[in-house]
């Protein structure tokens, strides 16, 4: 389970360090996570129950999610959520408290107050110890009981294109394996110092920055947020080993390099690792003669509590535009009809192993289009090569990937179909070259609206990573030839067209 995550390391040494801030030993990290475990099981929760939190990446982060993994089952919200995100995500979790930073988020609070959720303060002190408070009981105390390996440690959420986010339930299991995978993939110990600069509500901070750390003993140093200018200087102070980034950080700190000059700490790490989106090949080349590290490219998802495949690191071959073999995980390319196909022939990318989900809670249509004879369907085209390394072709669902953020285009059409003004919408991706991809709509009005108003209508209601960056006012949407709205043609035919 989890918890024993906290037994890989020497009590003395440092787990978990904040960048700018405090750090704890094993010691105190398994001491906090104890004490404020209990303390939920005091305020009337455990095994079965959901703790929702919405936490900036920091100790109080880490803490309560191991505490709460521990006591019940975890389940991250992204603090950008405006109010009727956290509002459907606080519902549809079935949560029974909100961790809240003390004070912040008013608009996660107004949500939680009107699903009668109660909240639970957090703040941590200069010493690194973190302190919940909350004002009333979810309910009665219940009695201390640790998880087994098959009970829930995790919830996140997974975008759909054609409904609404489906729930991911992960078991200790799956967690465990994962940060087991990528440990031993990488050949991570004691020594190695790993830097999180991915957001902690995702399974990449979450379990290949931090789990796969803390699984072998060694140090997590958390970046509150990702910023370029002190991004080499913490690199030295902390004397990281290797960090995991999404090709959009990586792009950013090769943007900002000088040629011929190595940045300062560089000589600490032994490798750089790429996930959550395609790390286009010559980025991966100028990234390694610029900086003289290996760069492997990982293939993840939520469902696989993370990694599936990864390049490895030398001496082993590194192939530009493949994510490798898969990482102690079964990978298979299957044909629509569920038949295996052979190397070479592009298909869907398939996966099994136990650090594979069991299926999304409450969807069984979901779960029957997901899963074929064991295998679990990535939704994603490709095909793998005699030696087993896999080659991404292309995406099958239709996802807008913003730098690692997965965005589900439904759930935009829906945001600006509430507008009076819209009488239809349709979300997809454009190109983006510092993001990969943007989202973009095209909207047909029934009264005259700009394209300013509907985007401020949007970061009214969506996380501002999800709000349009560009909006095409047409007066009809292309269809097929039996009436259905197909994103990819929708996207092709108006990403070179004006707005107006």
């Given at each position: 389970?989890?918890?024993?995550?906290?037994?890989?390391?020497?009590?003395?040494?440092?787990?978990?360090?904040?960048?700018?801030?405090?750090?704890?030993?094993?010691?105190?990290?398994?001491?906090?996570?104890?004490?404020?475990?209990?303390?939920?099981?005091?305020?009337?929760?455990?095994?079965?129950?959901?703790?929702?939190?919405?936490?900036?990446?920091?100790?109080?982060?880490?803490?309560?999610?191991?505490?709460?993994?521990?006591?019940?089952?975890?389940?991250?919200?992204?603090?950008?959520y405006?109010?009727?995100?956290?509002?459907?995500?606080?519902?549809?979790?079935?949560?029974?408290a909100?961790?809240?930073?003390?004070?912040?988020?008013?608009?996660?609070?107004r949500?939680?107050?009107?699903?009668?959720?109660?909240?639970?303060?957090?703040?941590?002190?200069?010493?690194?110890?973190?302190?919940?408070?909350?004002?009333?009981?979810?309910?009665?105390e219940?009695?201390?009981?640790?998880p087994?390996?098959?009970?829930?440690?995790?919830?996140?959420?997974?975008?759909?294109?054609?409904?609404?986010?489906?729930?991911?339930?992960?078991?200790?299991?799956?967690?465990?394996?994962?940060?087991?995978?990528?440990?031993?993939?990488?050949?991570?110990?004691?020594?190695?110092?790993?830097?999180?600069?991915?957001?902690?509500?995702?399974?990449?901070?979450l379990?290949?920055?931090?789990?796969?750390?803390?699984?072998?003993?060694?140090?997590?140093?958390?970046?509150?947020?990702?910023?370029?200018?002190?991004?080499?200087?913490?690199?030295?102070?902390?004397?990281?080993?290797?960090?995991?980034?999404?090709?959009?950080?990586?792009?950013?700190?090769?943007?900002?390099s000088?040629?011929?000059?190595?940045?300062?700490?560089?000589?600490?790490?032994?490798?750089?690792?790429?996930?959550?989106?395609?790390?286009?090949?010559?980025?991966?080349?100028?990234?390694?003669?610029?900086f003289?590290l290996?760069?492997?490219?990982?293939?993840?998802?939520?469902?696989?509590?993370?990694?599936?495949?990864?390049?490895?690191?030398?001496?082993?071959?590194?192939?530009?535009?493949?994510?490798?073999?898969?990482?102690?995980?079964?990978?298979?390319?299957?044909?629509?009809?569920?038949?295996?196909?052979?190397?070479?022939?592009?298909?869907?990318?398939?996966?099994?192993?136990?650090?594979?989900?069991?299926?999304?809670?409450?969807?069984?249509?979901?779960?029957?289009?997901?899963?074929?004879?064991?295998?679990?369907?990535?939704?994603?085209?490709?095909?793998?090569?005699?030696?087993?390394?896999?080659?991404?072709?292309?995406?099958?669902?239709?996802?807008?990937?913003?730098?690692?953020?997965?965005?589900?285009?439904?759930?935009?059409?829906?945001?600006?179909?509430?507008?009076?003004?819209?009488?239809e919408?349709?979300?997809?991706?454009?190109?983006?070259?510092?993001?990969?991809?943007?989202?973009?709509?095209?909207?047909?009005?029934?009264?005259?609206?700009?394209?300013?108003?509907?985007?401020?209508?949007?970061?009214?209601?969506?996380?501002?990573?999800k709000?349009?960056?560009?909006i095409?006012?047409?007066?009809?949407?292309?269809?097929?030839?039996?009436?259905?709205?197909?994103?990819?043609?929708?996207?092709?035919?108006?990403?070179?067209?004006?707005?107006?």
């Open positions: 389970m989890i918890l024993d995550l906290l037994d890989g390391g020497r009590s003395d040494r440092v787990a978990i360090a904040v960048a700018g801030g405090p750090s704890v030993t094993y010691g105190d990290l398994g001491i906090q996570v104890d004490r404020l475990a209990r303390q939920l099981n005091k305020l009337g929760l455990g095994r079965g129950d959901r703790i929702a939190m919405a936490l900036g990446n920091g100790l109080e982060m880490v803490v309560s999610f191991l505490a709460s993994a521990t006591a019940a089952t975890a389940a991250p919200l992204n603090p950008a405006k109010y009727d995100e956290f509002k459907f995500y606080i519902q549809d979790t079935r949560a029974r909100l961790i809240l930073p003390s004070g912040e988020l008013p608009e996660a609070r949500a939680a107050g009107e699903a009668g959720v109660p909240i639970i303060e957090t703040e941590s002190d200069s010493e690194g110890r973190v302190a919940f408070s909350c004002s009333s009981a979810p309910g009665l219940k009695s201390i009981q640790h087994d390996d098959d009970d829930i440690a995790l919830m996140l959420h997974t975008s759909g294109t054609t409904s609404r986010p489906k729930r991911v339930p992960l078991t200790h299991r799956n967690l465990m394996t994962s940060a087991l995978n990528v440990s031993s993939w990488y050949g991570l110990g004691p020594d190695d110092i790993s830097l999180c600069v991915m957001p902690l509500f995702h399974v990449h901070g379990v290949a920055s931090t789990l796969s750390t803390l699984k072998v003993g060694g140090t997590v140093v958390v970046v509150p947020r990702f910023n370029p200018l002190s991004f080499w200087q913490t690199v030295e102070e902390h004397r990281a080993t290797w960090f995991s980034a999404v090709p959009t950080i990586h792009q950013v700190l090769l943007a900002r000088r040629q011929g000059s190595r940045p300062q700490g560089i000589e600490h790490l032994r490798f750089i690792r790429s996930c959550s989106a395609p790390l286009p090949p010559q980025t991966m080349i100028a990234i390694e003669e610029r003289g290996p760069v492997v490219e990982a293939y993840g998802m939520t469902e696989a509590a993370h990694q599936m495949t990864s390049n490895p690191l030398p001496p082993a071959g590194r192939r530009p535009g493949s994510v490798g073999p898969g990482t102690s995980v079964d990978v298979a390319i299957l044909d629509q009809a569920g038949n295996m196909l052979a190397a070479g022939q592009q298909g869907e990318v398939c996966i099994k192993g136990p650090n594979v989900f069991g299926g999304y809670e409450d969807n069984p249509e979901a779960n029957r289009a997901a899963f074929t004879s064991g295998w679990f369907r990535t939704g994603d085209q490709g095909f793998i090569e005699q030696d087993g390394y896999v080659t991404l072709v292309s995406r099958i669902k239709e996802l807008i990937n913003r730098g690692g953020e997965k965005i589900s285009p439904r759930e935009v059409d829906e945001a600006l179909q509430c507008h009076p003004a819209v009488a919408a349709v979300s997809f991706a454009i190109a983006d070259r510092v993001y990969g991809e943007e989202v973009a709509a095209a909207v047909v009005p029934r009264s005259p609206v700009t394209e300013s108003d509907l985007i401020k209508h949007c970061a009214s209601l969506l996380a501002d990573f709000v349009p960056k560009v095409y006012i047409v007066e009809q949407i292309p269809r097929t030839a039996t009436g259905k709205v197909q994103r990819r043609i929708v996207a092709s035919e108006f990403e070179n067209k004006p707005r107006r």
